[in-house]
């Protein structure tokens, strides 16, 4: 038997719903991985109306036959990820035997958190909105080579060298730049070496073990944590996360060869949403907005900041749909637009008088630009809970079919609602099946 490999990543900004659709998914994968970021990101599923939020645990961790793995790409706080478990063992969930993390992950420690939030503190009005849990200073650390990683923890002598040298480093920042209080190093060490009896058990070779389940021919999911449009290569720089989110990055973040992979698909909302400063073009101030963020409950599951709110962008998911090389697409929250009289589609923008169809690399460009619309009359007809695509209006239908075209993917799965079971899956990535739109 030969096992697929399935990359699910965020096609905008983020809280597309990607939690939902990797547990949806989880009735045929047999392993799920984390490839990047840290605690800042939140998934959110809903299972018969019972509600879970993981934050570092991949979204399979409610499955018995699920093995659930954390790459070398993810910041990992230790104490983050232990408050996570203990929250979801208060719940029944074996957690610890279901869970393995790379050794080479990178710790990110409360010197990082420390110094995230001295530093959007200092730019104040200027600053970029980061969630304030240290992802960026802990990926500093890792790419300027003097973080530690999850497998020094597991060596008192070499975890307490390193420590006392980078926290030196770290407090001299701290104290001097930020007149912040220096972390004590004694406690530090103390805290983060009493954690290793629990954090031990799940240490793995993450890499070797993604070879030998592709061996046995399991079906493997990819996770990622943000959108792509949050990349901090190709995403909307300075406003994005310090990580990769992009398809590429699910090898390079957990160890498996690109050319494993089978199909790359791309969440998006029927809408778009972006949390934090930073360029938005199709943004919404009116109360259409409002109506939108209110009705999709347009809150971070994490952080709970509000949600800026607007409509779908072909510009930026056409070109998210090149950097990833999606396959196929998973268009959420179609309920949310189910009251609206009229619909836009933006599908190119107005860029100092000439109409663009790429989107720009210069931030500055892209906050200049005028979205250039496409309207769709609203069909005013609840969708929620549909499980097939005949049976969604014919309004609703058509708009569909529209950013399938616009976008040249084909839509595979439509989320019509926060419960796992209000799903219509067109085509399954781990079934040969024929998509069906009749």
Request: proline share 4%; with cysteine.
């Amino acid at each position: 038997m030969i096992g697929k490999c399935v990359v699910i990543l965020g096609s905008q900004w983020g809280d597309e719903g990607k939690g939902k659709v990797v547990d949806l998914l989880m009735d045929q994968a047999s392993v799920v991985v984390r490839f990047q970021g840290g605690h800042n990101a939140g998934h959110t599923l809903v299972i018969n109306g019972e509600k879970t939020i993981l934050r570092l645990i991949p979204s399979g961790i409610l499955h018995s036959h699920v093995q659930c793995l954390i790459g070398n790409g993810v910041v990992l706080s230790p104490t983050a990820l232990l408050q996570e478990i203990g929250e979801l063992e208060r719940r029944g969930i074996p957690v610890k035997q279901r869970l393995r993390i790379s050794e080479a992950c990178s710790l990110l420690l409360p010197y990082h958190v420390a110094l995230d939030q001295a530093r959007e503190k200092a730019k104040g009005k200027a600053a970029i909105g980061t969630t304030g849990r240290g992802i960026g200073p802990a990926y500093e650390d890792k790419v300027a080579r003097r973080g530690l990683r999850f497998g020094d923890l597991f060596d008192e002598k070499r975890f307490s060298t390193k420590l006392e040298e980078v926290l030196s480093y770290h407090n001299f920042i701290l104290q001097h730049y930020h007149q912040h209080e220096p972390l004590d190093f004694k406690q530090l060490r103390d805290d983060m070496l009493s954690l290793v009896p629990q954090l031990e058990p799940m240490k793995a070779d993450v890499s070797a073990l993604l070879a030998e389940y592709r061996k046995q021919g399991k079906h493997i999911l990819f996770e990622g944590a943000q959108g792509t449009f949050l990349d901090i290569d190709h995403g909307t720089y300075p406003f994005v996360t310090s990580s990769n989110t992009v398809a590429g990055a699910a090898s390079v973040g957990s160890g498996f060869g690109p050319l494993y992979l089978d199909s790359v698909i791309g969440i998006m909302k029927a809408y778009s949403t972006r949390v934090g400063a930073g360029p938005f073009p199709t943004e919404l101030h009116d109360e259409t907005g409002q109506h939108i963020a209110k009705r999709g409950n347009e809150f971070g599951s994490v952080t709970g900041r509000p949600r800026r709110c607007g409509w779908l962008d072909m510009v930026i998911l056409r070109r998210s749909i090149q950097l990833n090389s999606i396959s196929g697409l998973c268009v959420t929250k179609l309920d949310v637009l189910d009251e609206l009289d009229t619909i836009r589609i933006c599908t190119k923008y107005r860029l100092h008088g000439q109409e663009i169809s790429e989107l720009p690399i210069d931030m500055n460009d892209l906050a200049a630009c005028e979205p250039i619309y496409e309207e769709f009359p609203g069909w005013k007809t609840s969708t929620i809970g549909a499980q097939s695509f005949a049976s969604l209006p014919e309004k609703a239908k058509a708009y569909l079919l529209r950013i399938e075209e616009l976008a040249e993917t084909p839509i595979d799965i439509i989320s019509t609602g926060a419960d796992r079971n209000h799903t219509i899956v067109l085509r399954h990535p781990f079934e040969n099946n024929v998509r069906e739109l009749a």
